[in-house]
């Protein structure tokens, strides 16, 4: 068995794994799936993760006697705060106004976000989970497309209806948020999640005709 010190990370941290075998084990092998350290002979690694996702990480521990194996699932999640970053080519993420999931945003910000996964991009669809913004003063826009030249899918200021989700099927998704410089709320999470066209290997196969040739 083993010990994962977070099991839900956001980009960039690192896991350090403990090893709980029993039975004295004489050598690990680990594969750390995603990690920057994809593999490791060491008894309690670490890694960091730079790559958004669900992976597996397997433990196989000896000794004299034979061998053993355990798995467990680690996710990392790709946590974006608006007018930290202006773009994402992340499949899936978190996006959350200035303050953060529990914080608030500032005064006068005026900050755009793109999500553009890459050619292949089917839809994108923004979940928004909470919204709070002063009403009729600080917006938050949505568009179907790479700039705020796109269609307009969400245009709203106060609170809204929740959860609330927009679909964008151009490829690429634009947010912007728009405060004035007087009061400021919890402002919004929202999650995202690119669909893509099919991208998996192809599958061969062939027929041959005649295929009944006579012998001579």
Do not use: H
């Not at 994402?88 to 976000?113: H, I, M, Q, R």
């Not at 066209?197 to 041959?208: E, I, L, M, S």
């Amino acid at each position: 068995n083993f010990l994962m010190s977070d099991s839900l990370i956001t980009l960039s941290r690192t896991v350090n794994f403990t090893d709980l075998s029993s039975n004295g084990p004489t050598s690990w092998r680990w594969t750390i799936n995603g990690g920057a350290t994809g593999s490791s002979i060491l008894q309690n690694p670490s890694s960091i993760f730079n790559t958004a996702g669900t992976f597996i990480i397997k433990l196989v521990a000896t000794n004299s006697y034979g061998s053993d194996s355990v798995t467990k699932t680690l996710t990392v999640i790709n946590s974006v705060l608006m007018c930290s970053t202006i773009s994402s080519t992340a499949l899936s993420g978190l996006l959350y106004d200035s303050g953060g999931p529990t914080g608030k945003y500032n005064n006068n910000e005026n900050c755009g976000f793109l999500i553009n996964p890459g050619t292949c991009t089917d839809s994108i669809l923004l979940t928004l989970t909470s919204f709070s913004t002063e009403d009729n003063y600080d917006y938050l826009y949505v568009y179907d497309g790479s700039s705020s030249a796109g269609r307009l899918l969400f245009s709203e200021s106060g609170s809204i209806a929740l959860p609330r989700t927009l679909k964008a099927t151009s490829g690429s998704m634009y947010i912007y948020f728009d405060s004035d410089g007087s009061a400021t709320y919890n402002g919004f999470n929202a999650n995202w999640q690119a669909y893509q066209n099919n991208t998996t290997r192809p599958v061969a196969n062939f027929t041959f005709t005649p295929n009944n040739v006579p012998l001579f």
